[in-house]
């Protein structure tokens, strides 16, 4: 099992949906609530592969500018004013299978400094 939210300073995130199940081909959307006292910040979606690799899939900063590394199906939401961001996978495939992490980067200038905070939400595949 898995703190409910973990936390680092000032900022924290949330994802409490535990593990999800889906079949080949659906949809699937993670959430994370996050909490920041700063100005300036950044939230990530990454995913922890079988073979021990991290890979990164999505960035916003609190001005809304994006960052894709993943490709078409997947997609973020972000709603500042809830503290919401989520990550859509549409048409699920087995390699999608992973450990999900919800992180968040305080800065108190515009640069990329530091470690995420993160705590992962699994997704299980069902063919």
Same mark, same amino acid.
């Not at 889906?22 to 950044?42: D, H, I, R």
């Given at each position: 099992?898995?703190?409910?939210? !973990? $936390?680092? /300073?000032?900022?924290?995130?949330?994802?409490?949906?535990?593990? #999800? &199940?889906?079949? *080949?081909?659906?949809?699937?959307?993670?959430?994370?609530? !996050? $909490?920041? /006292?700063?100005?300036?910040?950044?939230?990530?979606?990454?995913? #922890? &592969?079988?073979? *021990?690799?991290?890979?990164?899939?999505?960035?916003?900063?609190?001005?809304?500018?994006?960052?894709?590394?993943?490709?078409?199906?997947?997609?973020? &939401?972000?709603?500042?004013?809830?503290?919401?961001?989520?990550?859509?996978?549409?048409?699920?495939?087995?390699?999608?299978?992973?450990?999900?992490?919800?992180?968040?980067?305080?800065?108190?200038?515009?640069?990329?400094?530091?470690?995420?905070?993160?705590?992962?939400?699994?997704?299980?595949?069902?063919?």
């Amino acid at each position: 099992s898995f703190p409910a939210g !973990f $936390s680092q /300073g000032q900022g924290s995130v949330m994802q409490t949906q535990g593990q #999800l &199940e889906k079949l *080949g081909g659906q949809t699937v959307t993670l959430e994370c609530t !996050f $909490s920041t /006292g700063n100005q300036y910040y950044y939230l990530f979606w990454y995913r #922890l &592969e079988r073979s *021990g690799a991290m890979d990164f899939l999505f960035r916003i900063d609190e001005n809304n500018d994006e960052e894709n590394g993943a490709g078409r199906r997947f997609s973020a &939401e972000f709603r500042e004013s809830s503290k919401f961001f989520s990550l859509t996978i549409k048409e699920l495939e087995p390699t999608d299978s992973a450990m999900y992490f919800c992180a968040l980067q305080e800065d108190t200038v515009r640069r990329l400094i530091g470690s995420p905070v993160q705590k992962p939400t699994p997704l299980a595949f069902s063919p």
